[in-house]
């Protein structure tokens, strides 16, 4: 069986910033979002049903996908995301579990900001949340990717809510960023408390754990 943790969280709650730790210590990163690019790269058949779809006007003058254009339509119509999700969301998990199974480290990360809504929890064998609060969700991608305060919150009505991803979670994980990522950035073997799981050991007790990201190195479950 194909060790993977699940590894997810909204718009700006810091999935990669958590994954690149872990890129550092060997480990494995198999990213949803990158699998969604390469399935509608030109000549693969997802493009060419997307165009056929949604017409030539998502396509760029090279051939490639025009994804402002694409991103502009789904988020406005949600017919049209549901159609996008059927062509787009069976390739990608093919995408996944070729990526999965030619893993080598001792396990997988796969990080998606769509783990649960799109069925995608069913590669791991335990899944943990990046959780922050929305407004700093809101923060981070203007500021991280310069988009408007309209198309964030586009973004976010079409994912999970937090509660929701709380409830579907095994683990939330917090980014402990008062402990220095910029420390990080310099020594990447000083990784200790930059990653926090709260683990609900009773529903009216959670029990937080610090962990220090190299044991993590372990088989999951091991150290999770």
Do not use: C, W
Request: charged share 30%.
């Amino acid at each position: 069986m194909i060790r993977a943790i699940g590894l997810t969280g909204g718009i700006g709650s810091g999935k990669t910033m958590a994954t690149d730790h872990f890129a550092r210590l060997g480990i494995t990163i198999v990213d949803a979002d990158l699998a969604s690019r390469i399935i509608v790269e030109p000549g693969k058949p997802a493009l060419q049903e997307i165009a056929n779809h949604f017409g030539k006007d998502v396509l760029q003058a090279d051939g490639s996908l025009n994804r402002a254009r694409l991103r502009e339509i789904v988020f406005a119509d949600p017919t049209a995301r549901k159609a996008l999700e059927r062509i787009t969301h069976p390739r990608i998990g093919e995408e996944i579990a070729r990526q999965l199974a030619a893993s080598t480290s001792p396990y997988t990360i796969l990080v998606s900001p769509l783990l649960f809504e799109s069925s995608q929890h069913r590669f791991a064998r335990r899944t943990v949340l990046i959780d922050v609060p929305e407004t700093l969700q809101r923060t981070r991608a203007a500021s991280r990717d310069g988009v408007s305060a309209e198309q964030i919150d586009a973004i976010m009505a079409v994912q999970m809510s937090r509660e929701k991803r709380r409830e579907l979670a095994d683990d939330l994980g917090v980014l402990d960023l008062d402990r220095g990522d910029e420390r990080a950035e310099h020594d990447p073997g000083r990784n200790a408390g930059v990653l926090a799981v709260e683990r609900e050991a009773d529903p009216l007790d959670r029990v937080r754990e610090r962990i220090e990201l190299r044991q993590l190195q372990q088989p999951p479950g091991a150290g999770l």
